[in-house]
C-alpha cells in the first residue's frame, strides 16, 4: 500500500516530467495514462494505489459523488465498500441517492434498517420504488443503514418518486375516512396491478395513471389531513409534473431543471435535519447519474446538482470531490467506453483487466490553455465536471436473480 504522503510526491513528479511546458502540447490520451493509478476490488474489499489516492484525495471532503453509469453490477458494491472506508477514516455518516424520499425512508426505518432480507421484501413489495431495481442497490441500501452510526435517516433519497404504490398504501394507512379511502382504493387497485413488474415499455402508474384532476382529488379529500399525508401527495404531484413535462420536447429543459432544483430542496431539507439531529458537518457520499454528478452545466443543458455540491462544501471551508465511471470492455460484453469515439482517449487509459483511477485535475490548467491535442467537447466535459475518473475493467450488468425469484414466489 502507498501511503498518502508518497503519493503527493508521486503525482507532483509526473506533473512536473510529463506535463506539457508553455507553447508545447501532448496528446490527451498520453495524459490520462499518465496520472492513472491501479485499483484493485474483488466485490467487496477495494485496495491498490489508486485506492489509496481515492482515500488521500476525499480527506478535506464534505461531500463525495460518485457519477454512475446506471445498472452496473460493480458500482453500487464499490459505492458499499468506499462508504465503509469514509465513515471509518473521516465520519462520512450519511449516503444521498437518486431515488424518492420516502422509498429510501422505508429502506432505512427501524424495523428494517442494516437488514438484507427485509430490504429483499420491501424490493419485493415495491417493484417500482426505486429507479434503479437490482439486487446490487438493494445491497448497497442495507449496507448503507448498517455502517452508519447517525440515530436516523441515514440513507437520504432526494430525487423525485418514481413508484407510487408505496406510497398510496402509506396514505391508506393514514386515514379511516371513507372518502378518502374509496378515492385512494380506487388508486390501489390500478397501481397494484400496473406496479406488479418493472415497465419495460408496459408504462408507469406515475405519469400515465395519475392525472391532474385526480391529484387535485386527493389534495380535496386530504385537506385537512396530517402533515405526512401532506408531505406524500407532494412527492406524487411533484414527480407527476416532472414526468408530464417530458411528453412535450420543449418543455424537457424546463423538467430537467425542475428535477436538479428539487435535488438541491431535498438535500437540504435532509442536511438541515442532520444538523438538527446534532452533527454539525453532516459528511455525505452520494451515487447519482453522471448528469446529475458533474460540477457545471450538464447534458441536458441545466446547472447539475454536483455544482450546487462543490459550492456548498466551499462555502463551509472544505471541498467536494466528484468521481466519473466508465466501462472497459472487451468488444461484445456488456459496454465499452471504446465503442464512444469521443470517449476512446479516456478508454485508453482502462484496461479489461483491471481498474484504474485517473487525476483529472492535473490536466485541467492545460486543457484551458489548449495544450492538449484530441480534447473535444465531450473529454473537456469530464475533465472540469469531475475530478477523477474510475475505469472498471470487465465490468458487468446489474443482476435481478434474488429479485426476480422473489418476485415469482409472491
Known amino acids: 500500500?502507498?501511503?498518502?504522503?508518497?503519493?503527493?510526491?508521486?503525482?507532483?513528479?509526473?506533473?512536473?516530467?510529463?506535463?506539457?511546458?508553455?507553447g508545447q502540447s501532448l496528446p490527451v490520451d498520453s495524459l490520462f495514462l499518465a496520472h492513472r493509478?491501479?485499483?484493485?476490488?474483488?466485490?467487496?474489499?477495494?485496495?491498490?494505489?489508486?485506492?489509496?489516492?481515492?482515500?488521500?484525495?476525499?480527506?478535506?471532503?464534505?461531500?463525495?459523488?460518485?457519477?454512475?453509469?446506471?445498472?452496473?453490477?460493480?458500482?453500487?458494491?464499490?459505492?458499499?465498500?468506499?462508504?465503509?472506508?469514509?465513515?471509518?477514516?473521516?465520519?462520512?455518516?450519511?449516503?444521498?441517492?437518486?431515488?424518492?424520499?420516502?422509498?429510501?425512508e422505508q429502506f432505512v426505518s427501524p424495523e428494517a434498517r442494516g437488514d438484507l432480507d427485509s430490504a429483499f421484501a420491501l424490493g419485493t413489495r415495491y417493484v417500482q420504488a426505486l429507479q434503479f431495481w437490482n439486487d446490487q442497490e438493494i445491497e448497497l441500501l442495507a449496507g448503507a443503514g448498517r455502517?452508519?452510526?447517525?440515530?436516523?435517516?441515514?440513507?437520504?433519497?432526494?430525487?423525485?418518486?418514481?413508484?407510487?404504490?408505496?406510497?398510496?398504501e402509506r396514505l391508506a394507512q393514514l386515514t379511516p375516512d371513507p372518502e378518502r379511502r374509496t378515492v385512494l382504493d380506487d388508486l390501489l387497485v390500478e397501481s397494484r396491478a400496473m406496479e406488479a413488474t418493472r415497465p419495460d415499455g408496459n408504462g408507469r402508474f406515475i405519469s400515465e395513471g395519475l392525472t391532474v384532476e385526480r391529484l387535485r382529488e386527493l389534495h380535496r379529500v386530504f385537506e385537512n389531513a396530517p402533515p405526512e399525508a401532506s408531505r406524500l401527495i407532494g412527492y406524487l404531484q411533484t414527480a407527476y409534473e416532472i414526468y408530464a413535462a417530458r411528453i412535450n420536447r420543449p418543455a424537457i429543459y424546463t423538467a430537467n431543471n425542475r428535477r436538479e432544483h428539487l435535488m438541491r430542496t431535498q438535500f437540504m431539507s435532509q442536511y438541515r435535519r442532520a444538523l438538527d439531529n446534532g452533527d454539525h458537518v453532516p459528511r455525505v457520499l452520494l451515487k447519482f447519474g453522471q448528469w446529475h454528478a458533474m460540477k457545471g452545466v450538464n447534458w441536458g443543458d441545466v446547472h447539475a446538482f454536483g455544482l450546487f455540491l462543490s459550492e456548498f462544501a466551499k462555502s463551509n471551508d472544505m471541498a467536494s470531490l466528484h468521481i466519473w465511471t466508465?466501462?472497459?470492455?472487451?468488444?461484445?460484453?456488456?459496454?465499452?467506453?471504446?465503442?464512444?469515439?469521443?470517449?476512446?482517449?479516456?478508454?485508453?487509459?482502462?484496461?479489461?483487466?483491471?481498474?484504474?483511477?485517473?487525476?483529472?485535475?492535473?490536466?485541467?490548467?492545460?486543457?484551458?490553455?489548449?495544450?492538449v491535442e484530441g480534447m473535444n467537447d465531450e473529454l473537456y466535459?469530464?475533465?472540469?465536471?469531475?475530478?477523477?475518473?474510475?475505469?472498471?475493467?470487465?465490468?458487468?450488468?446489474?443482476?435481478?436473480?434474488r429479485l426476480a425469484r422473489s418476485v415469482a414466489g409472491r
Open 37 to 104: 493509478l491501479p485499483v484493485e476490488f474483488d466485490g467487496r474489499r477495494a485496495s491498490g494505489p489508486g485506492w489509496d489516492m481515492i482515500l488521500d484525495a476525499a480527506r478535506g471532503a464534505q461531500f463525495v459523488m460518485i457519477g454512475e453509469s446506471h445498472n452496473v453490477r460493480e458500482i453500487p458494491l464499490f459505492t458499499l465498500q468506499l462508504f465503509e472506508s469514509l465513515h471509518e477514516r473521516y465520519g462520512f455518516n450519511y449516503m444521498a441517492l437518486e431515488d424518492g424520499p420516502y422509498a429510501v
Open 326 to 371: 466508465g466501462l472497459i470492455n472487451e468488444p461484445g460484453h456488456f459496454w465499452t467506453l471504446n465503442d464512444f469515439a469521443d470517449y476512446v482517449a479516456l478508454g485508453r487509459a482502462g484496461s479489461p483487466d483491471g481498474w484504474y483511477i485517473v487525476d483529472l485535475r492535473t490536466i485541467r490548467p492545460y486543457a484551458a490553455a489548449g495544450q
Open 147 to 168: 455502517v452508519s452510526t447517525a440515530s436516523e435517516h441515514p440513507v437520504w433519497g432526494i430525487d423525485n418518486a418514481w413508484g407510487t404504490l408505496h406510497i398510496l
Open 1 to 22: 500500500m502507498i501511503h498518502s504522503s508518497a503519493l503527493h510526491i508521486s503525482f507532483a513528479a509526473i506533473a512536473i516530467t510529463t506535463l506539457p511546458m508553455v
Open 381 to 401: 466535459k469530464v475533465i472540469f465536471g469531475f475530478d477523477l475518473a474510475l475505469l472498471i475493467g470487465s465490468g458487468n450488468p446489474a443482476t435481478h436473480e
